[in-house]
Nanobody
Framework: QVQLVESGGGLVQPGGSLRLSCAAS????????MGWYRQAPGKQRELVAR???????NYADSVKGRFTISGDNAENTVYLQMSSLKPEDTAVYYC?????????????WGQGTQVTVSS
């Protein structure tokens, strides 16, 4: 089992920045893809960004150039730096860890952190 704890959400004005953190309860980065997803009211959960254990990154088109995902192996923490925030970025943001066990993989989720972009 792995616990993921997100932090860093809040209220920010359009154009502002926030950094989300996701702390894992144990060392998993070497065998995991770590990702950030978000879910706005009335919408499906969507991928925002992810980083593979090899360091490759993927971003949703809507956040490219504005968001950056990164990880700190020593701290077992993955970050999402969000800049130039827009009202449409308002959502609950969830951290995800997909751990590869060889023959199968498991998904773990954090509890979510609210990001509200509003003036």
């Amino acid at each position: 089992q792995v616990q993921l704890v997100e932090s860093g959400g809040g209220l920010v004005q359009p154009g502002g920045s926030l950094r989300l953190s996701c702390a894992a309860s144990r060392s998993i980065f070497s065998r995991s893809t770590m990702g950030w997803y978000r879910q706005a009211p009335g919408k499906q959960r969507e991928l925002v960004a992810r980083v593979t254990r090899g360091g490759g990154t993927n971003y949703a088109d809507s956040v490219k150039g504005r968001f950056t995902i990164s990880g700190d192996n020593a701290e077992n923490t993955v970050y999402l730096q969000m800049s130039s925030l827009k009202p449409e970025d308002t959502a609950v943001y969830y951290c995800n860890a997909r751990i590869d066990y060889g023959l199968f993989s498991n998904d773990y989720w954090g509890q979510g952190t609210q990001v509200t972009v509003s003036s």
